[in-house]
């Protein structure tokens, strides 16, 4: 490895049929924010903590479950007609919603852009301080979007909507309930890579199930809430609970193949690298696997300053002084080059996807590399 330390960082690829899947696990990042670069309108990063006062469940809680749209899908069998697209459903936070306060959380799915959905779900609750006596009904109105919906001005938000993901359901039952959204026969709801689950209440004491990192797919330690922004947190995970929704969205198989993680290193447990201005840092990534189509990568960023980004099939580049604008350096990989700009106010660490569209066939070991103007 050519620089003391690692390098934080994911790939995400298609894999070939001479190559196995791999297993998508859980990101562990404090202070996480995730943003896709060809967001045009992502708003900028706050860093601030949801003004919030949330509790657990009890252990042993029994979750009610309700369907509503279409069929009845217990007959349908997963992997046939349609496939998991993202998992998360190990939250045990309650996060307490006002009344008529939107708010919303990042989903990454492995599926690409024009995948049909099939079906979602998310877990709510009408008895946000556990009371045990609250037995009023509540109503819950839902929706995907294709973007934050804090970034755009309340007129412009139903533009950004997907269509047919959008409804309001009153519930009864009390304490915790699994609600599924069935869209088999809206003909295809056409989803994308990464959404946005918007959920509001009609009343007070109600709330959100999450807390955990997603599973299967990805979720920004992050939260959209009314007048702060989308890049909100409750305190930084894992001191804290991960600012993330309980839910699982499944696709038509026909229309999504899925994407799996070929390299993962995310564990973030010392500081930042940095040997300077403009000095490149190079890490060696083994793939799992054979060979694959690369389709993008995330990589974890601290700091201001302008960022210099690919990948390389081979350690050596060009000399660190030399502008790799705007296609990198003579040995990145194709498509894989990417300048980023981080401003003064964004304090926490980011997690940035990166896409490379069209996807590039590597195999073997690639070498990430980084340059960035300052050494703060």
Same mark, same amino acid.
């Given at each position: 490895?050519?620089?003391?330390?690692?390098?934080?960082?994911?790939?995400?690829?298609?894999? &070939?049929?001479?190559?196995?899947?791999?297993? %998508?696990?859980?990101?562990?990042? /404090?202070?996480?924010?995730?943003?896709?670069?060809?967001?045009?309108?992502?708003?900028?990063?706050?860093?601030?903590?949801?003004?919030?006062?949330?509790?657990?469940?009890?252990?042993?809680?029994?979750?009610?479950?309700?369907?509503?749209?279409?069929?009845?899908?217990?007959?349908?069998?997963?992997?046939?007609?349609?496939?998991?697209?993202?998992?998360?459903?190990?939250?045990?936070?309650?996060?307490? %919603?006002?009344?008529?306060?939107?708010?919303?959380?990042?989903?990454?799915?492995?599926?690409?852009?024009?995948?049909?959905?099939?079906?979602?779900?998310?877990?709510?609750?009408?008895?946000?301080?556990?009371?045990?006596?609250?037995?009023?009904?509540?109503?819950?109105?839902?929706?995907?979007?294709?973007?934050?919906?804090?970034?755009?001005?309340? @007129?412009?938000?139903?533009?950004?909507?997907?269509?047919?993901?959008?409804?309001?359901?009153?519930?009864?039952?009390?304490?915790?309930?699994?609600?599924?959204?069935?869209?088999?026969?809206?003909?295809?709801?056409?989803?994308?890579?990464?959404?946005?689950?918007?959920?509001?209440? @009609?009343? @007070?004491?109600?709330?959100?199930?999450?807390?955990?990192?997603?599973?299967?797919?990805?979720?920004? /330690?992050?939260?959209?809430?009314?007048?702060?922004?989308?890049?909100?947190?409750?305190?930084?995970?894992?001191?804290?609970?991960?600012?993330?929704?309980?839910?699982?969205?499944?696709?038509?198989?026909?229309?999504?193949?899925?994407?799996?993680?070929?390299?993962?290193? &995310?564990?973030? @447990?010392?500081?930042?690298?940095?040997?300077?201005?403009?000095?490149?840092?190079?890490?060696?990534?083994?793939?799992?696997?054979?060979?694959?189509?690369?389709?993008?990568?995330?990589?974890?960023?601290?700091?201001?300053?302008?960022?210099? %980004?690919?990948?390389?099939?081979?350690?050596?580049? /060009?000399?660190?002084?030399?502008?790799?604008?705007?296609?990198?350096?003579?040995?990145? %990989?194709?498509?894989?080059?990417?300048?980023?700009?981080?401003?003064?106010?964004?304090?926490?660490?980011?997690?940035?996807?990166?896409?490379?569209?069209?996807?590039?066939?590597?195999?073997? &070991?690639?070498?990430?590399?980084?340059?960035?103007?300052?050494?703060?």
């Amino acid at each position: 490895m050519p620089a003391t330390g690692r390098f934080a960082a994911l790939l995400f690829l298609v894999m &070939t049929a001479s190559t196995n899947a791999a297993p %998508i696990l859980s990101h562990l990042f /404090d202070n996480s924010v995730t943003r896709t670069a060809s967001e045009d309108h992502a708003s900028p990063q706050s860093d601030a903590v949801a003004p919030l006062t949330y509790r657990q469940l009890p252990l042993g809680t029994v979750f009610n479950q309700v369907v509503a749209g279409g069929d009845d899908t217990s007959g349908v069998v997963a992997g046939v007609e349609e496939t998991l697209i993202y998992r998360n459903t190990r939250g045990r936070a309650i996060i307490p %919603i006002r009344e008529q306060f939107l708010v919303a959380d990042d989903i990454a799915t492995i599926a690409p852009d024009g995948c049909k959905l099939r079906r979602f779900s998310f877990d709510v609750t009408g008895d946000a301080e556990l009371l045990g006596t609250e037995t009023r009904p509540y109503t819950v109105t839902y929706a995907i979007y294709d973007t934050c919906p804090e970034a755009f001005p309340p @007129d412009a938000v139903p533009n950004r909507l997907i269509a047919g993901t959008s409804g309001t359901i009153t519930l009864t039952e009390q304490g915790v309930t699994t609600v599924e959204i069935d869209l088999t026969n809206l003909g295809g709801v056409v989803g994308r890579t990464s959404m946005w689950l918007a959920i509001s209440f @009609d009343r @007070d004491n109600c709330g959100i199930i999450g807390g955990a990192p997603a599973s299967e797919g990805f979720s920004g /330690d992050l939260i959209s809430f009314p007048a702060i922004g989308c890049d909100v947190h409750l305190g930084g995970f894992p001191l804290k609970p991960h600012a993330s929704f309980n839910v699982e969205v499944y696709g038509e198989t026909a229309t999504c193949p899925c994407r799996h993680v070929a390299y993962r290193n &995310t564990r973030a @447990d010392r500081e930042p690298i940095n040997f300077g201005p403009n000095q490149v840092l190079v890490d060696d990534l083994t793939l799992l696997g054979g060979s694959c189509l690369l389709t993008g990568y995330e990589v974890a960023l601290k700091g201001r300053g302008v960022y210099n %980004i690919e990948l390389r099939r081979e350690c050596a580049g /060009d000399p660190p002084s030399e502008d790799w604008f705007p296609n990198g350096t003579t040995t990145a %990989i194709p498509g894989t080059y990417k300048r980023l700009s981080i401003g003064a106010s964004s304090t926490g660490t980011r997690i940035i996807r990166l896409p490379v569209d069209p996807p590039v066939l590597i195999s073997g &070991t690639v070498f990430l590399a980084v340059k960035v103007n300052n050494s703060s």
